[in-house]
């Protein structure tokens, strides 16, 4: 049957059930004269008066009645289930993939989510610890997490974390044994724990800036990771120096396991954000995502 076919028996089904034109015009959004030409239109089609017609009401014939308990209940079900259609579109569902280091993972990605999922069963999220600059788009990933100089420029960012520091620290069983560095050069006479990036082609340098000074220094030891959790429990153990985000450390500088050193050095420095493509279509269980996400401050 066509589309002009279910039209008109909706149409029909209307009138009958408000018995006048004039009511069933206006619930349709119809003119008065257009609907009582799809009702003749239908009724000569049929060769059946579906509705008897006065000057003041309208009525279905016998035929009419027995057609208006045939399709009405359809459209009832119709109208359900396109309802229930609209409820679904209302609770977000899908899975989103996104790419993240591993400090953001743990720090901020994990408590995020562990806000909103609960609310959304049917949004499923899945996190890749990468600690290289991953192109999203070739890896077919829907976000990833970079900090906020990282990110490039033809990507939409949501900051998702606040400013940052990176922490120079030591046991006071290393420095028992070593004098406390004053400048970042220093460090190339300590036995640092060395960072491997897949991203920087190797070890990475430590950053440093003061004053608007900024200042990377190569530093050697006898250890080498790519990840933080094995640089601090060395560093807890006597083992070098070791170069990390400020807030993996605090607590063990406050309680006296660590030491802090070059903190005049370690200048704060915008914070994580999420990115993805500029030209990327947000469903809403993205959307619902990165407005969870996104960091709204102390």
Known sequence: MSNENFNTLAAFAVVAQERSFTRAAAKLAVSQSALSQTIKSLEER?????????????????AGERLLRT???????????????NALR?????????????HPAITVL???L???????????????????LSDIVADGVDAGV??????????????????????????????AKHAKPGTPQELTA????NIRLPTYGGLFAWEFEKGGHEVKVRVEGQLVFNNIALRLESALQGLGLAYMPEDHALDHIREGRLIRVLEDWCEPFPGYHLYYPSRRHAS????IMVDALRYRGP
Do not use: W
């Not at 060769?47 to 279905?60: D, E, F």
């Not at 562990?114 to 290289?132: H, K, Q, S, T």
């Not at 974390?161 to 006071?172: E, L, Q, W």
């Open 46 to 62: 049929l060769g059946i008066r579906l509705l008897t017609r006065t000057t003041r009401s309208v009525s279905p014939t016998e």
């Open 71 to 85: 399709v009405a209940p359809r459209f009832e079900e119709i109208e359900q289930e396109l309802a229930a259609m």
């Open 90 to 102: 209302e609770k977000p569902a899908g899975t989103i993939r996104i790419t993240a280091g591993e």
């Open 110 to 112: 994990q408590a995020g």
């Open 114 to 132: 562990a806000r909103f999922l609960p609310d959304y069963p049917g949004i499923n999220v899945e996190i890749i610890v990468d600690y290289g």
């Open 146 to 175: 970079r900090l906020g100089e990282q990110v490039a420029k033809d990507m939409i960012a949501a900051r998702i974390g606040p400013d940052m520091r990176m922490a120079v620290v030591g046991s006071p069983a290393y420095f």
């Open 190 to 193: 300590h036995n640092c724990i």
């Open 284 to 287: 809403p269980a993205f959307a």
